[in-house]
């Protein structure tokens, strides 16, 4: 008896389903790989006897790869396919993890982060693509949203196992450890399609049919689908007659402004000097290996929640009250932070303060900065150029990711803790206003009306939508 439309329909969310979890493992990665050196640098000095510098290079290394990986993402999807990016990416996870494990000396280590850094360049770009190509239109925002949620949650495993691994030291555990969800998504992406948007660049629309209804439970012939085939291929025609000398024509400038933007304001905030050396920064001021470790298990902890929340208040609130608000509290957690390191004593209440100040800092990062780069970074530009603008978006994120994981350790030896906090907190005050100029609230409306809003003079661009009559 062949199967009724309800339980194609429910094997095609199957699908769906796991096509997508496979794929946003890139995501999982991601965080984890970035993450997990937070605690493994409390060990990984020692071992080498690495001072401030040597030890900012180590977690550099990463972002150096993931610059050049980024760079060379996107064509690489384009010309091998995003199924053989990711399954290349698959493998230099696997590879990267296993010989920074086996580091014999710090060189080894440095070359093993760059190639991590690699994959996790390429993935972050081509997960999200592959995703929006591969979904529903109806559940496309979700499921790309995905990739940002598994990233925080790779960061918290990441703090979980430095936890568990910090009593042994066992540092080259923590790094190896990465190898094991690498050969899952390898493992999964060999039977995994191929996106139905690549196969419709290489003139294979039969294929490009039978996927899109293999993942929506659909007939190849269902009007649905031909929707869907059509749409992708109209979204491909116009970015093939676009080039990225157009974003700086002066009707594209504005989407440009603020893809950049928002980009380079999610790095200026300094996230990243706590998601890298939160358990050092602990460990200055008294707290032990272990109690360093588990505060930052309690940090990945907040940061999974609140993005969670965010994901499902992000449509119903808009974007900008929650990037102007979670702004705000950033930049006053900043400052908090640094007052507390003026301090005599960073001991008793003062440390549970701290404590409160970093889960609050990472929550309101989370709930706005967080979950808005890689959507708004999209929503700005028109359908024609938006994969070219998000890829400078990707490109400024990494780029000032690597600038400051060189320069969190020697910015404390000279300016101090409390330094470190208020320059990010200025930054980050002048990053409040930028978006209280410019950021258009993008809630319900379609590419082209937000490109149109920004076209405007003056404070139009920062109106809220008007529901449509």
């Not at 790869?65 to 493998?91: C, F, I």
């Not at 059509?230 to 676009?242: I, M, N, R, T, V």
């Not at 989370?366 to 150029?385: D, F, Q, R």
Request: glycine share 12%.
């Amino acid at each position: 008896m062949p199967p009724t439309d309800k339980q194609e329909r429910s094997h095609g969310r199957s699908r769906l389903g796991l096509v997508t979890s496979i794929a946003a493992l890139g995501g999982f990665l991601f965080g984890y790989d970035t993450g997990v050196i937070s605690d493994a640098l409390l060990y990984i000095g020692p071992a080498f006897g690495l001072g401030d510098t040597g030890k900012q290079v180590v977690v550099a290394a990463l972002l150096l790869g993931a610059l050049v990986g980024a760079l060379v993402g996107g064509r690489l999807a384009d010309g091998l396919g995003r199924k053989r990016t990711l399954v290349g990416a698959a493998v230099i996870f696997a590879l990267g993890a296993l010989l920074a494990g086996l580091s014999p000396t710090v060189g080894v280590l440095v070359a093993a982060r760059v190639l991590l850094g690699l994959a996790i360049g390429a993935s972050s770009s081509c997960v999200p693509l592959y995703l929006a190509e591969i979904a529903p239109p109806e559940s496309r925002g979700r499921l790309v949203s995905l990739n940002q949620l598994l990233i925080t949650v790779g960061i918290l495993v990441s703090y979980g196992v430095g936890a568990a691994l910090a009593p042994a030291q066992a540092w080259r555990w923590m790094l190896a450890l990465a190898a094991v969800p690498s050969l899952i998504m390898l493992a999964g992406l060999i039977v995994m399609p191929e996106s139905p948007r690549w196969l419709l660049l290489r003139r294979r629309e039969d294929q490009a049919r039978q996927v899109l209804a293999s993942v929506q439970g659909r007939r190849a012939d269902d009007r649905a689908v031909a929707d869907q085939v059509q749409e992708l291929a109209d979204l491909q025609a116009q970015e093939e007659g676009a080039s990225y000398r157009d974003l700086i024509s002066p009707r594209l400038r504005p989407a440009l402004r603020i893809g950049i933007g928002i980009t380079a304001i999610n790095q200026l905030v300094g996230v990243n000097a706590i998601i890298y050396y939160a358990p050092t920064l602990l460990k200055n001021v008294g707290f032990t290996d272990t109690g360093a470790t588990i505060v930052t298990v309690v940090i990945g902890a907040v940061n999974v929640a609140v993005t969670l929340i965010a994901l499902a208040l992000i449509d119903r609130l808009g974007r900008r009250p929650l990037m102007l608000g979670g702004v705000l509290i950033v930049d006053l957690a900043l400052l908090f932070l640094g007052a507390l390191y003026l301090l005599p004593s960073q001991t008793g209440i003062v440390t549970i303060l701290l404590i409160i100040g970093l889960c609050v800092y990472i929550a309101a990062f989370a709930g706005s900065l967080g979950i808005g780069i890689w959507l708004l970074n999209s929503e700005v530009y028109p359908t024609a150029v938006r994969g070219k603008g998000s890829s400078l978006g990707v490109f400024t994120h990494w780029g000032l990711d690597f600038v400051i994981s060189l320069t969190v350790l020697t910015l404390v030896d000279a300016i101090t803790p409390t330094g470190l906090f208020w320059v990010y907190g200025a930054l980050g005050i002048a990053g409040l206003l930028f978006l209280w100029r410019y950021l258009p609230e993008t809630k319900g409306r379609t590419l082209e009306e937000i490109n149109a809003e920004l076209r405007g003079v003056g404070r139009r661009a920062t109106r809220p939508a008007q529901p449509s009559p």
